[in-house]
């Protein structure tokens, strides 16, 4: 739970800067998933899941834990395209329903390419609700994305007489480029950091700030890519190039069903001969074929099937 509260409060970039287009636009921070795509029949089907704000879809896990497995699963729907779960940095094929299992510490919150997500960059921000001295930045490539930032200095309480900072995020993918572009003069400095969500692959990045070529910190981590782009005057102009037409990473799935297998309460055989198939040289539609023939528990079939049935590029 504190991880989760912890985590919340990171958001707050995001939460309140969709609290603005709430009030500006009348879009609320929750919506259903028929509101975007009225003429999908699984926007209706799967009830429980929806939108958290712009870039976010969340799909929530109700029903008890299977004691055995340690995990408890949820149907859930992605709409056409290609999304990465913003927690475990896997890719998924969208335009689908799928069975989504986790472990009691995990939760299915999924970005599409072309999402950029502010966080506050202090893994355990201070109470209150200040605006954070740094700024991370979690992209997920494949499409053009922007996002604006709002901010205030807590004063008025009504939107027009909020005394608003702008700060506008544009990512250009044929290019490779992110822009931080700050549109009013801000005083102090701020850090900045960029996490390239489901990007495990080593890169050759260039950060320009106000023109001026930066050396930033690379850190590869189980989620992706985070890249440290410094502290800089708050209004300054970052530019971040990445390469032309970044890709998600292709995830091994390999190690994920062995962390799987490895918690599961079941027979050390049924671990063996799953195992056995996993690291076997198989095509996919084989490898699915002998694990129905293992006759499994559905619901560790259905979680193995989440990471084999991924993403189908692997």
């Known amino acids: 739970m504190g991880h989760y509260l912890r985590f919340r409060h990171r958001m707050l970039p995001y939460i309140y800067s969709m609290n603005v287009r709430a009030a500006r636009e009348g879009q609320p921070l929750v919506q259903p998933m028929y509101w975007t795509w009225p003429d999908k029949d699984e926007a209706y089907r799967i009830k429980n899941q929806y939108m958290f704000g712009s870039q976010l879809l969340v799909m929530p896990i109700t029903t008890p834990e299977n004691p055995r497995l340690k995990l408890a699963r ?3 729907w992605l709409p056409e395209g290609r999304y990465v779960d913003i927690f475990t940095g896997l890719v998924y094929d969208g335009d689908r329903e799928l069975w989504v299992s986790r472990t009691l510490d995990g939760y299915p919150v999924f970005a599409k390419e072309g999402s950029i997500i502010p966080f506050d960059i202090d893994l355990t921000p201070k109470n209150g609700d200040q605006n954070p001295a740094g700024i991370e930045l979690d992209l997920v490539v494949g499409a053009d994305a922007d996002f604006e930032i709002f901010e205030d200095n807590g004063s008025g309480s009504r939107l027009r007489e909020i005394e608003a900072v702008w700060t506008s995020i544009r990512f250009n993918q044929a290019l490779g480029t992110l822009e931080i572009r700050p549109q009013q003069q801000t005083a102090g400095h701020r850090e900045w950091a960029l996490r390239l969500l489901a990007i495990t692959k080593s890169l050759s990045v260039k950060v320009l700030v106000n023109g001026t ?3 930033p910190t690379i850190t590869l981590g189980e989620n992706g890519t985070l890249i440290n782009l410094g502290t800089h005057p708050a209004n300054s102009i970052i ?8 890709q998600l990473s292709v995830a091994e799935v390999e190690p994920r069903i062995w962390k799987l297998l490895n918690s599961a309460q079941i027979s050390f055989h049924v671990k063996e001969d799953v195992w ?20 499994l528990q559905s619901d560790l079939l259905d979680a193995i099937l989440e990471f084999v049935l991924s993403d189908g590029r692997a």
């Open 239 to 246: 530019i971040v190039e990445l390469g032309a037409n970044p």
């Open 74 to 76: 949820v149907k859930g």
């Open 213 to 215: 070529v930066k050396e």
């Open 276 to 295: 056995n198939i996993m690291t076997a040289k198989l095509t996919k539609m084989i490898q699915i074929s002998r694990l129905h023939a293992l006759d």
